[in-house]
């Protein structure tokens, strides 16, 4: 019940992330539910029917017996429960010093984690894993056509391939003979032991395509898949000879001198979508203005160390003819802006005039200018326009003809106006440069009614904290509301709690062990769980202790039979959950669509951090249980004891006058 408790709150997780990770507090909740159904309905309908009575045993002993009976304390012998007798024994003499021992340790688990890890990156939000693929995103210039995107991605393919950038910008032959050199498939070696030939001279590539289009139908860079991208296939997680992080940084190194567009790197996105670690929202009511500061803002990004692919979703102005038709001059010949303007449609994106019929297909008949009149400006000055009456009059005699620029997209969030500017994170977790980031940023000077505010990743990031905090709170008022219900007292059920929350220092202790970051989802996730788990042991302990001590037994000795008999079962039960979670971090399991062991595993990557935390935290709350909970136990007991006297002699001074008086006795106990 306590561990069903637990994951209750997880239900409510509000949200993308609720909705990625509600499956697993529901998966558990109905599993652990069906376990509770067949433990307490299944198994004793199979025990009856399987279980046997040794000869000579009793077969008709009555209930009450048997309960007055109940489990045997077990002998103490063998080296395990004998220097868990000794280990014991000397607890509970050093009661306070074991207490202050624990307090201490869990100080230490933590203080190490700062000192080792938590100072560099103390947060993240999901653990970084090997990407699948990459894109190389290319935003090329306004008006650039087809032909200059497919030159500037057959660029990018060359030196992904493996050729020199001296040898791509300044090439000895053409373009296309350095790009078929280059796509000679190569030789390589799987970390399986098989070879496999690759376009590229990096072992990890598998796969390498480019997509080129139009400017016209170019869409955002902040997208995994711009619209001119080249893309990169890896191969599959345990072929790979090194780790695809490390692939992704070498092409980054490759192709981020590319001259002529803006080149970005991006991995394939896995897990909900939580946009970029650092995603700065500038609002205000100018559009160049904000252009202005999101250069200003790069340029300081820039400066920053393990901060890359800086963009903004600010576009400067496509450029443009300009025909400023003089309106007097048109009306003098019969000409109005709507005829000029249809005149020059149809010249540039033609007109259909009639429709060819073959077999079954019908083909429109469109007149336009010719594709090289059509990228030239000088065709305007010579075209004529028809009048009314019949005569034709040069554009030129009615209009000027020049260049200009205009603003190109306009977003709106909420009603304003906003330029973003977005960058990927390196080496480090994405929460510590966005701190770095803020820093630097507050030392801008911004216009009045201007505004900067991160969002993205960091609104994620700031929501599961807040969620996963008060389910953590929650959880323990619920299993503390549990126990409560179960040993009706409030002394023993802290007892357990203790045990909780000093098993903390194991879970940091397992992020020391595997150089982690505080995960807010998945170490979240597994401090949770943990918690869950840690008081099972806790009360099955206690609960046996209660039982020897109705049996009439000393606390001391009930503490320590209580101890020495559920050794075993504490042992096997964090042992078997450990074991179990066991693939989690190693990633070592067996695949049965292909009925081998696997030895690596890429989801391990998601899951190792909550795993680490639910093992360490249980192999310390597993001591915690065997030694502090009974110290604990033995401690609340005697101060029970002496506040019970305390009170008792407080009572006999009250009433005391009242005796002497009245000769009668005061209404207190003594017991």
Known sequence: TTTLVAFSPLLFWPGIMGEFMSYLPLTLIVTLSSSLFVAMVINPALASIFIKVKDG?????????VVQAGESPVEIKGVLLTAYDKLLRVSLRHRVVVLAAAGLLLVFFILLWLLLVGIEKPVELFPEIDPPSMYVNVDMPEGANIEYSDAI????????????????????????????????????RMATGQDFKGPSNIPNVEHVYSKAVASEAATSAFEDRAANHVGVQFLDFNERVESSRKTLAEIRRRVKDVPGAKI?????????????????????DDYRVLGKMAREIRGELEKMPHVEDIRDDFVEGSPS???KIDRQ?????????????????????????????EGGDDYDITVQLSDPDRRVTDILRELLLPTPAGKLVPLTSIATIGFAGNIGTIMHIDSERVVTVKANVEDVPGPVARQAAEKEL?????????????????????????FLSQAFLIALLMIFLVLVTQFNSVSQPFIIMSAVLLSLGGAFLGLTTIDSPFGIIMTGVGVISLAGVVVNNGIVLIDYINKLRERGMDVVEAVIAGGATRLRPVLLTAITTILGLLPMVTGVSYDF???????????????????????????????LTLVV?????????????????????????YWRPYEIITGKRGEYQDD
């Not at 045993?57 to 017996?65: C, G, P, V, W």
């Not at 909970?629 to 101060?639: A, E, H, Q, R, T």
Request: hydrophobic share 40%.
């Open 629 to 653: 909970v009974p110290s604990f136990y033995s401690l609340l007991y005697d101060m029970g004891q002496e506040t019970g006297a305390f009170f008792r002699r407080l009572g006999k001074l």
């Open 153 to 188: 991605l057959k660029q990018i393919e060359t030196l992904v391939f493996g050729a020199a950038q001296e040898e791509v910008f300044s090439p000895k032959g053409t373009l296309d003979e350095i790009y078929y050199g280059a796509a000679v498939m190569k030789e390589h």
């Open 264 to 284: 970005t790197v991006k991995s394939a996105d896995e897990g909900p979508p939580t946009g970029a670690p650092i995603n700065i929202e500038i609002s205000g």
């Open 321 to 323: 003819v300009r025909v």
């Open 442 to 466: 507050e030392k801008l000077q911004l216009p009045p009614g201007y505004k900067v505010k991160f969002t993205g990743e960091f609104e994620f990031q700031k929501e599961s904290e807040e």
């Open 593 to 623: 669509h292909e009925m081998a062991m696997s030895w690596s595993s890429e989801s391990s990557q998601w899951w190792r951090s909550m795993a680490i935390v639910v093992i360490y935290g249980l192999m310390v709350a597993t001591f």
């Open 329 to 357: 001059r048109a009306a003098l010949f019969g000409l109005s802006t709507g005829n000029i303007g249809y005149a020059l449609k149809a010249g540039y994106n033609g007109l259909v005039v009639s429709t060819y019929r």
């Open 57 to 65: 045993a009793s077969r008709h002993r009555s209930t009450e017996e």
